[in-house]
């Protein structure tokens, strides 16, 4: 019983390790392209399309790696093919969404300051009646 237990234990550690080091070498890729598209100033728009071409190798060896582990988990192939799809855009959306925000903060900042101006009220008319004259 023990012996089972223990091999188990190993098993999935193993499986666990083989998506360790993709998923590792994907955020890693991800962080320094995200570093590289702000020295080259990516407009937010396209960050999304920047992340994924600049990490296409390590993309494609989660992927695999993803539907393997979940495959022998027992999913169906096109289950985890979808599963693994999911959870890359999920890797991609997180320094997307960061380098959004960063840049939209950066554009505030750079915007040029509206200059105040002063609200004049006008000067106040001689008081008249508008008051109806009424009967008596």
Do not use: W
């Not at 890729?29 to 296409?56: F, G, M, P, W």
């Not at 289950?79 to 799809?85: H, I, K, L, V, Y």
């Not at 960063?102 to 008081?127: I, L």
């Amino acid at each position: 019983m023990i012996a089972l237990l223990g091999a188990s234990a190993i098993l999935l550690s193993a499986l666990q390790a083989s998506i360790s080091a993709p998923t590792s070498a994907f955020r890693g890729c991800l962080h320094d392209a995200t570093a590289k598209a702000t020295t080259q100033k990516v407009s937010a728009d396209t960050i999304e399309t920047y992340l994924r071409n600049a990490c296409t190798v390590q993309m494609g060896s989660l992927k695999e790696a993803l539907v393997s582990f979940r495959m022998k988990n027992g999913m169906t192939r096109r289950a985890a093919a979808d599963d693994a799809e999911m959870t890359i855009d999920d890797y991609v959306s997180t320094p997307a969404d960061n380098y959004k925000f960063t840049a939209k903060q950066n554009a505030k900042a750079a915007a040029p300051a509206a200059p105040v101006v002063a609200a004049t009220t006008p000067a106040p008319t001689p008081a008249t009646s508008t008051t109806p004259p009424q009967k008596h």
